[in-house]
């Protein structure tokens, strides 16, 4: 059996990086705490804020071409992803699994394994899970 024990990550997307993290920096007073840029095929910029344990991930494609892209044009701008820490990430891909979830092994935002669920069996909310 697993257990989540953290939220990690709230990631929003949206098309519009700057204004969004000026908005919830001067809305709630969230600290900044890091930015990266992901290369590749999906690339995209983000920028983290604090709150609490947590962070909130502001994310924007930098392709029209991206899946990112793909699914704001889709969705538009807003929750795009939860990251969830749990106390043993292989028996979390097993037991749900077992249950008939989709479960993806990818590598996480900082390069550490996850577990990405297959959104159409979580409500059209994506999930990550990553280790402890």
Do not use: C, W
């Not at 007073?29 to 962070?55: D, K």
């Not at 939860?82 to 990430?89: A, C, F, M, N, W």
């Amino acid at each position: 059996m697993f257990r989540v024990t953290d939220l990690k990550i709230v990631s929003v997307a949206t098309l519009d990086l700057e204004g969004a993290v000026t908005t919830f920096r001067k809305n709630f007073a969230f600290p900044f705490t890091r930015e990266s840029v992901e290369a590749g095929n999906g690339e995209t910029r983000r920028a983290f804020l604090g709150v609490g344990s947590a962070e909130i991930e502001v994310v924007t494609p930098r392709g029209q071409d991206s899946p990112l892209a793909t699914f704001v044009a889709e969705r538009g701008a807003g929750l795009y992803q939860l990251v969830l820490e749990v106390d043993d990430l292989e028996a979390a891909r097993a037991r749900l699994s077992e249950r008939g979830v989709e479960v993806t092994l990818t590598p996480g935002i900082d390069g550490e394994p996850s577990a990405s669920l297959n959104p159409q069996q979580t409500h059209g909310v994506r999930i990550a899970l990553v280790p402890k």
